[in-house]
C-alpha cells in the first residue's frame, strides 16, 4: 500500500481492521486512542485541536465508501459529537452490527477515593451498553490531582467489576485512603474542570493513559449528570494579616510548636521564625484550594526542595529553622484536621529525610530564579534593599551581569 499522504489517510490507514473488531466497546476505544496522537501532539487547547480535527476528517472522507471509513466516521462522530458535520454522518451498507450500540451507554455505579492528605482525588464510574451487544461493562478512573491543579491521568477499561473490587480493596488495606459512594454530577463537573487545564498544558505528564483515552472519557462524561447549580471551583480567599496573626499565635501556643522548641525562640532567632512562618503560609496560598493546614510528604517536598528556593531568599539563620518549623507547622496542621497518627509521622519522616538535599540545595543556589539571585548577591555584597541611593548604585554597578542572568 502506498504511504499515506495526509493525516487523514494515515488515520484511515491505522482504522483498516476497525470492522473486524468486536464490540462497540472495542471500536471507542480504537478511535479514542487515534485522536489520542492528534491530543498529544497539540501544543495547546488540545481539545479543541481534537474537535477540528474531526470537522476536517469527516469533511475530507465524506465521499469514502469502504467499511472501515464509514464505520470510523460513525465512531468519531460518537466520540466527539460537537465536530462540524457529524449530523450528516450515516451507517454504511456493511457496517458490523454494533454499530447501532456506538455511545450508547448508561451509568451504573459512581464513586470517589483518594489520600487522607488531600493530595489526590480519583473519580471512578462504571458503563454498562443499553444493549449487550456494545460491549462489556467498563470502567472510567479518572485522577485529579490537587497540588497541580490538573486532571493528571484517565483510563477506560475493564472487566468494571474486577476494576471496582480492586479499589475496594486497596483502600480497606491503606489506612491512609478513603473511599465513598460519589454523586456522579459532581464527578463530572470535578474531572472535566480539572480535564480543561489539562488541555492547556505546554507539556502533558509524561505516563499513562491520557492521551489515548481522553477523547472517550469526555464522551462518558457527558453522559453524566450537570449540577443542577453549577457553581464551579470555589474561591478561597487569602488570609487576612489579622488572620494570619491570629493562626501563627494559636501554632505558637500549641504542644507542637513547644515539641520543636519554637515557644521559647527569643532574640535574633525570633525573626527568622516568623520569616518561615510567613513563607509556609504564603506557600499554601499558592494552591488552587490555598489551605494552610494541607500538608503532607509531597506538600512538604514541593515546599521544601522547590518552591522556597526559587521564591526566598534565606540568610543561614532561617535555613536552619525552616526544617524545624515546618515539622512542627505539619504536626500540628495534621492534628487539626484529625489525621490518623501514621500520615502524621509519615510526614514528619519526609521531611527530616529532605533536610539534606534542602541543604545543598541552599548552599549551591541552584534553583534560584533570577531575581531571587540577584535579592541574595545584593545581601551578601551588603547592600541595604531600604536604601534607595545604595540600592541604585548596586544596580548600576551589576547592569550588565543582570542582563546576562535573565537572558
Known amino acids: 500500500m502506498a504511504t499515506p499522504q495526509t493525516p487523514y489517510d494515515a488515520v484511515l490507514h491505522a482504522a483498516r481492521d476497525v470492522t473486524k473488531l468486536e464490540s462497540a466497546l472495542d471500536a471507542e476505544m480504537l478511535g479514542s486512542a487515534l485522536l489520542g496522537s492528534v491530543y498529544a501532539i497539540a501544543e495547546t487547547d488540545r481539545d479543541t485541536a481534537v474537535r477540528e480535527f474531526v470537522t476536517g476528517f469527516l469533511a475530507a472522507t465524506g465521499r469514502r465508501r469502504i467499511a472501515a471509513a464509514t464505520t470510523i466516521r460513525q465512531v468519531f462522530a460518537t466520540l466527539v459529537?460537537?465536530?462540524?458535520?457529524?449530523?450528516?454522518?450515516r451507517p454504511g451498507s456493511q457496517a458490523p452490527t454494533w454499530t447501532t450500540q456506538l455511545g450508547r451507554v448508561h451509568l451504573t455505579g459512581s464513586w470517589a477515593y483518594g489520600d487522607v492528605y488531600g493530595d489526590q482525588t480519583s473519580y471512578l464510574a462504571t458503563f454498562a451498553y443499553d444493549d449487550e451487544s456494545g460491549g462489556s461493562e467498563h470502567a472510567l478512573v479518572a485522577l485529579v490531582d490537587h497540588n497541580i491543579g490538573i486532571t493528571k491521568d484517565v483510563f477506560v477499561g475493564g472487566p468494571a467489576e474486577r476494576i471496582l473490587d480492586q479499589v475496594r480493596q486497596m483502600c480497606a488495606d491503606d489506612e491512609l485512603t478513603w473511599f465513598r459512594t460519589e454523586d456522579p454530577a459532581r464527578l463530572r463537573g470535578e474531572v472535566a474542570r480539572h480535564l480543561a487545564v489539562t488541555d492547556d498544558l505546554g507539556e502533558l505528564p509524561g505516563e499513562g493513559s491520557l492521551a489515548t483515552d481522553?477523547?472517550?472519557?469526555?464522551a462518558r462524561l457527558a453522559m453524566l449528570p450537570t449540577a443542577a447549580d453549577p457553581t464551579g471551583p470555589v474561591e478561597v480567599e487569602p488570609l487576612s494579616a489579622a488572620e494570619r496573626t491570629d493562626?501563627?499565635?494559636?501554632?505558637?501556643?500549641?504542644?507542637?510548636?513547644?515539641?520543636?522548641?519554637l515557644d521559647t525562640v527569643d532574640g535574633?532567632?525570633?525573626?527568622?521564625?516568623?520569616?518561615?512562618l510567613s513563607l509556609l503560609l504564603d506557600h499554601s496560598a499558592s494552591f488552587p484550594d490555598a489551605d494552610p493546614m494541607r500538608w503532607s510528604p509531597a506538600v512538604s517536598g514541593l515546599f521544601l526542595l522547590d518552591w522556597v528556593h526559587r521564591r526566598a531568599v534565606l540568610d543561614m539563620d532561617d535555613a536552619a529553622m525552616l526544617p524545624r518549623v515546618?515539622?512542627?507547622?505539619?504536626?500540628?496542621?495534621?492534628r487539626q484536621r484529625g489525621l490518623p497518627e501514621a500520615?502524621?509521622?509519615?510526614?514528619d519522616e519526609a521531611i527530616e529525610e529532605m533536610v539534606p538535599e534542602f541543604a545543598r540545595l541552599y548552599s549551591t543556589g541552584e534553583r534560584r530564579s533570577p531575581a531571587t539571585a540577584a535579592v541574595a548577591q545584593l545581601m551578601a555584597d551588603g547592600v541595604d534593599p531600604d536604601d534607595p541611593a545604595a540600592l541604585d548604585a548596586w544596580i548600576e554597578a551589576n547592569r550588565h551581569r543582570l542582563a546576562d542572568d535573565g537572558a
Open 214 to 218: 481522553r477523547a472517550l472519557v469526555g
Open 326 to 334: 515546618l515539622r512542627a507547622w505539619a504536626r500540628y496542621a495534621s
Open 268 to 276: 535574633p532567632e525570633l525573626a527568622s521564625l516568623h520569616f518561615c
Open 343 to 347: 500520615a502524621t509521622t509519615r510526614t
Open 247 to 261: 493562626l501563627v499565635r494559636r501554632f505558637l501556643a500549641a504542644p507542637e510548636a513547644a515539641r520543636f522548641g
Open 81 to 89: 459529537p460537537t465536530a462540524e458535520g457529524t449530523e450528516r454522518v
